[in-house]
């Protein structure tokens, strides 16, 4: 009835089935490394076994020399992101914060008004990046990306107020 040597095969953790799928990411794996590259969906019913032919193309890829450790990681790893708990927490500091704005907005605290308001928006956007857009637990890669989105942006407004400051020199008279 079964075939005794597909049966072990599986059982230890061996591939069964899927064949005409695997053969098409093979082809596809083939193409990228002959630097065709295209794009290649895995899409079904939960429980199909999306998640398994993914982790063994993955397993067949290691031996190419295109693919990082990282970019493997990203396709092989499963998200572990925060509970449920975790999220109404975090929404619950993101409705303070934002209390605290409106009331911030009411102080007359001089110049540091905006000293003020810049923290609770950065401390809001950083809670939104780090759980919401699950950068916190996402893979070192995604980490790396979203660090230098931000040294993109510190660079980026470092040249404007460099053009601001220097006006005045440059144009001669105030500072608008």
Excluded: C
Excluded at 47 to 65: F, N, Y
Excluded at 127 to 142: A, T
């Amino acid at each position: 009835m079964y075939d005794r040597g597909v049966v072990a095969r599986a059982g230890a953790g061996g591939f069964v089935g899927r064949t005409s799928e695997l053969a098409s990411l093979h082809d596809a794996l083939a193409a990228a490394l002959a630097g065709r590259g295209r794009l290649v969906l895995l899409v079904g019913e939960p429980g199909i076994g999306k998640t398994r032919l993914a982790e063994e193309i993955a397993a067949r890829a290691r031996d190419s020399v295109v693919f990082s450790r990282e970019f493997l990681g990203l396709m092989t790893s499963v998200h572990h992101g925060p509970s449920l708990r975790v999220y109404f927490a975090v929404f619950g500091a993101l409705m303070m914060l934002t209390a605290a704005t409106l009331v911030a907005a009411r102080l007359e605290l001089g110049v540091f008004n905006n000293v003020v308001m810049l923290g609770i928006a950065v401390t809001k956007a950083t809670l939104v990046v780090l759980f919401f857009m699950h950068v916190r637990y996402g893979p070192r890669l995604v980490q790396t990306v979203a660090v230098a989105g931000f040294a993109w942006l510190a660079i980026l407004v470092a040249f404007v107020l460099a053009d601001y400051f220097t006006r005045a020199a440059v144009l001669g008279g105030d500072v608008v």
